[in-house]
């Protein structure tokens, strides 16, 4: 019921793009911390952006300069607009969000696929 929700994913060429969106439950106060995190297939979940309650982001190296992430307070959403994709990109990507208690929920995932 307070699960984030991501829509979005899908199957794109390469060089496409694609922009997730991932809203929170209405009933998640204060939240603090907003971002994005993925797991291409055999590997670990890695952060891919994050975004503060002051605005500040971060992003990781590979795609940065590519992906950009913004948030909407009023909605509880965080977005993730990806261009340039690549094959590399392909993985599930999950939102997650913090609150200012500590608090953090995990989206369900969404799946990415770039092909070449």
């Known amino acids: 019921q307070v699960q984030p929700v991501e829509s979005g994913g899908g199957l794109v060429q390469a060089g496409g793009s694609l922009r997730l969106s991932c809203e929170a439950s209405s009933n998640i106060f204060r939240i603090n911390t907003m971002a994005w995190y993925r797991q291409p297939p055999g590997k670990r979940r890695g952060v891919v952006a994050s975004?503060?309650?002051?605005?500040?982001?971060y992003y990781a190296d590979f795609v940065k300069g590519r992906f950009t992430i913004s948030r909407d307070n009023a909605k509880n959403t965080v977005y993730l607009q990806m261009n340039n994709l690549k094959p590399e990109d392909t993985a599930v990507y999950y939102c997650?969000?913090?609150?200012?208690?500590?608090?953090?929920?995990w989206g369900q995932g969404t799946q990415v696929t770039v092909s070449s």
């Open positions: 997650n969000i913090l609150t200012t208690s500590r608090d953090y929920y």
């Open positions: 975004i503060s309650s002051y605005g500040g982001t």
